[in-house]
């Protein structure tokens, strides 16, 4: 008797359980590009890559700078005793704390310095609080209101949706419960907005695992 409640509960229990199953870990190459087309003519594209690795409840996403491309020992320089904080080469490292909210840090790897972010600030730093979008790239819950339009391979859903705005387009990985292409285009066709998720090799070391002799600073100690 007792096995048969039991069997009977892992099967209504069944999706809770599957919800509930660790993440599998991602390392990835996140390439963005956006192109606008303003009242002027003038077309602006902006492209940009992203190093995404994710391992349980943590996350970590760099910005990959061309070398020579950007002088930190210049962003390093300040007047009144401060350092001016540069958010692109600043790496954005999320954790998911013990109250289930998202802990956000900065790290600075030319001064070796981690920047505590309060909640206030997250939008200045490019983050939206949202710890689903954080962990999957794109919140699961919005694939609901899409429609599933194709199937390219096992483990690849398609998914699209549209307004009177802009349209929306998915490619969600369901082994890794991450978007692999997302595309999104405005009903003008004056604004597109792409990006791709591609495998990359897992480090030797996570980069949260060599901050050691790192110091901790706060958010507003850069702040004038």
Not at 109 to 122: F, S
Not at 160 to 180: F, H, I, M, Q, Y
Not at 201 to 222: G, I, V
């Amino acid at each position: 008797m007792k096995r048969t409640i039991a069997t009977l509960l892992l099967v209504i229990g069944g999706t809770a359980v599957c919800q509930a199953a660790p993440l599998a870990d991602a390392t990835l190459l996140i390439q963005h590009e956006v192109t606008e087309v303003g009242a002027d003519g003038i077309t602006r594209q902006m492209k940009f890559q992203e190093r995404f690795i994710r391992r349980g409840d943590q996350i970590w996403v760099e910005r990959i700078l061309p070398a020579g491309a950007h002088d930190e020992h210049d962003h390093a320089k300040g007047g009144q005793g401060h350092k001016h904080l540069d958010l692109a080469a600043a790496a954005r490292w999320i954790v998911l704390g013990p109250d289930k909210r998202p802990v956000v840090r900065l790290v600075n790897r030319h001064d070796k310095v981690i920047i505590n972010v309060p909640e206030a600030e997250y939008g200045n730093i490019g983050y939206d609080g949202n710890w689903e979008n954080a962990l999957h790239l794109l919140a699961p819950a919005q694939l609901q209101n899409m429609k599933e339009t194709g199937r390219p391979a096992d483990h690849l859903r398609v998914y699209e949706s549209g307004g009177n705005a802009r349209r929306l387009k998915v490619t969600w990985d369901t082994r890794l419960e991450l978007p692999r292409r997302v595309e999104s285009v405005t009903t003008s066709g004056l604004g597109q907005k792409r990006m791709v998720a591609s495998d990359q090799p897992a480090p030797a070391a996570l980069p949260w695992a060599t901050l050691q002799d790192y110091r901790q600073k706060e958010y507003s100690d850069y702040l004038d």
